[in-house]
């Protein structure tokens, strides 16, 4: 009995800091969404000739969707079950048209698409918001690749203080999927709210991140190179340097431009990885082939493609095994490997922590639920990044 | 004859500049909008059981409204009339549901809405875009402000190689209007584009451009506060430091960062400010409370309110003719403003015009055709930048 309400006061309390949010940039304009204080969510639409009217989304209860129903003055409703505490992306299906939410000025794009989005509080997403703690700054730089022999575009934070002592600086590297550019992490990962947070609750250490853009045959994101808005993203062009090792070799350009540019401590101590799906395979590859430069690596449902590395014709991903053996001997002090159980990427990874045993090449494994997900690349983030430079 | 083929060849060229520029993420997919050779523009939107279907837009001709036919594949189809150069942003009205460009991924958020965009080259358009020139950063930072006693967010540019030598270089202060933020003269205002395009082509001095955050009620942009999504504009809150004078008293603070923090030539005939409708109320208010501080001024489509100053109740509206004499006297290099015909601020600025000469004053005006539009001000922005620093 004690134990079931001591469950329920835990229960309660979560439940009061997912406080209501109501959506609304304007006083008496349509609320959508409203995030409900028991963690449900409520869309609206004002459609009154619409026939049918569907929410979208990318929360797993009912596989993210929802058929909304008209009232009589043409707005269409929904309630979502209760949610878990994350970030969502959602868009509206009326009538076979699939766009944003009308009334929700916040949107993200991801790949291709816009999608508006909300939080549900009371739990992880709490660390994916702006709390009133001190703020890091965020620089968006160009530097010179010789390899590519152009000027390519990168994110970087820096934590609260930076610049205002000599105090240097551990540097956390962490690379985006197919798909996604050197913003990503910054919109869809929320990473520099995450690291505020994580660094003012003292759950990791104050450091630098850097998001370089991992799609060599590009300067940028899209719309920020000079094709402008006729950007076609590299996945859909095996020729444009995707899958090519070329990012992996000249990753320590990138390396040597932070050192030289940034308050940093440039050695391995003092150097972590991650990436998520192609920034996973990225990581694994720029690892196996400087095993001397990164002591904390982190792949994030890595994207590792063993057809490629069984052909052995990319120099980055040839002698596999041998490159796996000689970074075990260097001893990297955490290699972290998580997969979502639905996944799949997943018998790619388990074939990896196979490879890795057999190359004496330690890792941790952590299987978390869901599927190839950006909520759990955020909530992979709040698990590795505590670890790092400890 | 020889001059008609003069100006026929003219056109042949720019019409060639405007090229064709198909938005299509993907391969295979519809493609919308397509920006045609003849600087025409054609939508698409797949909407097969929509009744009726609208672009609303920011173009002039046909008040910026085109009306879609459906082809048998319930495919909808618009082509514009010729467009003048420019950045534009538009959405589509499906059945009386007014959203983006379901296709087209490039958006703009622009007070409470998100829009879809698309440029048309050929001319000043050219200037907004990612060019292969060598590109500034951008820096996200936060100052602290003991005014509001808050931590407050800007954005700054600075120019390509900025930091590689002990060059100082002067500051553009650069101030959104009501409903915008730090963020809207980049999204909007492409003006990271423009002054990379205007120091490569050397029309313009390289110089540091500030965007501070005017809304002194609030400390970021739309969801980059700890309101997060439940952010409300101070403009539809008049108890929240709308129009209350102390973001522009306590401006100095704002220069004394950017002095401390960067690498500035901190004197007067370094500094040059200007605004955009609120902005423009704040550049007019923040230069004749501090009349040595700033050598180059610009109003752009100025919100000057006369209420406010002829009620002479808040302190930094008060004795708005002592304030302007004594600017006079320090003579400031340039006092620019702009307007546009179809403003419906086109009466208070001159009513502004006639109060600075009554005040011996000096100012140039630039009127322009339309109204209180992006447009307007990017343009006036190619025109008052070369001004500065010369």
Redesign the interface.
């Known amino acids: 009995m004690k134990a079931i309400l001591v469950a329920m006061a835990t229960v309660l309390v979560s439940l009061s800091m997912g406080a209501q949010?109501?959506?609304s940039?304007?006083?008496g304009?349509l609320v959508s969404p409203q995030v409900n204080n028991d963690r449900t969510v409520t869309f609206r639409?004002?459609?009154?000739?619409?026939?049918s009217v569907k929410v979208l989304a990318d929360w797993e209860q009912n596989g993210g969707q929802g058929v909304m129903k008209k009232d009589k003055d043409g707005i269409w409703e929904y309630t979502t079950p209760q949610l878990l505490s994350e970030m969502y992306t959602y868009r509206?299906d009326?009538?076979?048209?699939?766009?944003?939410d009308?009334v929700n000025?916040?949107?993200r794009?991801d790949?291709?698409?816009?999608f508006s989005?909300?939080?549900v509080g009371g739990g992880v997403a709490d660390e994916y918001?702006?709390?009133?703690v001190?703020?890091g700054?965020?620089?968006?730089?160009?530097y010179h690749s010789n390899t590519a022999n152009a000027?390519r575009?990168m994110n970087v934070y820096l934590p609260?203080g930076y610049?205002k002592t000599d105090n240097k600086y551990p540097v956390f590297y962490l690379l985006h999927g197919s798909g996604g550019d050197e913003n990503a992490w910054l919109e869809l990962g929320n990473i520099s709210r995450i690291m505020d947070n994580l660094i003012a609750e003292g759950k990791c250490e104050p450091m630098i991140v850097v998001m370089p853009n991992g799609n060599f045959g590009k300067q940028?994101a899209?719309?920020?190179?000079?094709e402008?808005?006729?950007?076609?993203?590299v996945m859909?062009n095996f020729l444009a340097h995707y899958k090519d090792g070329l990012f992996e070799l000249a990753f320590p350009e990138i390396v040597n431009y932070v050192d030289a540019?940034f308050n940093t401590i440039p050695d391995k101590a003092h150097r972590a990885i991650a990436g998520l799906s192609m920034g996973g395979m990225h990581t694994l590859m720029i690892t196996a082939n400087y095993p001397d430069m990164f002591n904390y690596i982190g792949l994030y449902s890595s994207g590792v493609d063993f057809t490629l590395i069984e052909k052995g014709e990319v120099p980055a991903y040839a002698n596999f095994d041998g490159k796996l053996a000689k970074l075990a001997q260097t001893n990297p002090k955490l290699y972290w490997i998580a997969c979502g159980s639905a996944d799949g990427l997943m018998q790619a990874n388990r074939q990896l922590m196979e490879r890795m045993t057999k190359n004496g090449l330690k890792y941790t494994f952590h299987e978390s639920s869901r599927g190839h997900l950006w909520s759990n690349w955020r909530q992979y983030s709040l698990m590795f990044i505590p670890q790092l430079f400890k």
């Open positions: 949010q109501n959506i940039f304007r006083e304009k639409v004002n459609a009154p000739k619409a026939k509206f009326v009538d076979g048209v699939v766009s944003i009308p000025p916040f949107t794009r790949v291709g698409n816009v989005i909300f939080y918001q702006v709390k009133d001190d703020h700054q965020v620089r968006t730089v160009w000027d575009r609260a610049g940028a899209a719309g920020e190179t000079s402008n808005l006729s950007y076609k993203p859909t540019t």
